[in-house]
T-cell receptor, first 114, second 110 residues
Framework: DAGVTQSPTHLIKTRGQQVTLRCSPK?????VSWYQQALGQGPQFIFQ???????QRGNFPDRFSGHQFPNYSSELNVNALLLGDSALYLC?????????????FGSGTRLTVV | EDKVVQSPLSLVVHEGDTVTLNCSYE??????LLWYKQEKKAPTFLFML????IEKKSGRLSSILDKKELFSILNITATQTGDSAVYLC??????????FGDGTTLTVKP
């Protein structure tokens, strides 16, 4: 039973560029949430996707956008990268139905903006 | 705005010691409180608590929730070097969003 898969594992981008991160949820999960974790801090909620729609959004600018596909996989896009966007980006999947909200996390994508 | 505060921020103990990690929260539409262990990258699930006063236990780890006072504790007895990690507390709302604290970094020395 595959867990949550994220790609790539590491990424270096230049300020102003755009980046796309990918996530495949755990088998059977239908909800994907994205988190940004800066060094020494807890994960900060970016947004959550369910049924291919953004259901909730945290306090992140519109430069952060996402998508969920019919197979429940998801992408996180960040435009006009800033140095402050450097962080570990975690994808977490869960099952919306049945009201179970424990996440399964992927290993993350380490994004470095130079 | 939902808020989760963990204390202490860091802790250094020796093998065999018992530690207590704290988590207090202020959220609307509370659903559950979750504890995770983060060693390298992916946080791994430890406990989910929904009811006050009922202790959840797994080996040397245990946790309890107080919904009246809005806090939870995570206890680790007979600590081992493998327990060294960041322990994250998160609170999930009825809408499904989870708000995390900044974690407690536990270092267990031999």
């Amino acid at each position: 039973d595959a867990g949550v898969t994220q790609s790539p594992t590491h990424l270096i981008k230049t300020r102003g560029q755009q980046v796309t991160l990918r996530c495949s949820p755990k088998s059977g999960h239908d909800t994907v949430s994205w988190y940004q974790q800066a060094l020494g801090q807890g994960p900060q909620f970016i947004f959550q996707y369910y049924e291919e729609e953004e259901r909730q959004r945290g306090n992140f600018p519109d430069r952060f956008s996402g998508h969920q596909f019919p197979n429940y996989s998801s992408e996180l896009n960040v435009n006009a990268l800033l140095l402050g966007d450097s962080a570990l980006y975690l994808c977490a999947s869960s099952l919306a139905t049945g009201r179970i909200y424990g996440y399964t996390f992927g290993s993350g994508t380490r994004l470095t903006v130079v | 705005e939902d808020k989760v505060v963990q204390s202490p921020l860091s802790l250094v103990v020796h093998e065999g010691d018992t530690v207590t990690l704290n988590c207090s929260y202020e959220v609307t539409n509370f659903r559950s409180l979750l504890w995770y262990k983060q060693e390298k990258k992916a946080p791994t699930f430890l406990f989910m608590l929904t009811s006050s006063g009922i202790e959840k236990k797994s080996g040397r780890l245990s946790s309890i929730l107080d919904k009246k006072e809005l806090f939870s504790i995570l206890n680790i007895t007979a600590t081992q070097t493998g327990d060294s990690a960041v322990y994250l507390c998160a609170v999930a709302t009825n809408a499904g969003k989870s708000t995390f604290g900044d974690g407690t970094t536990l270092t267990v020395k031999p």
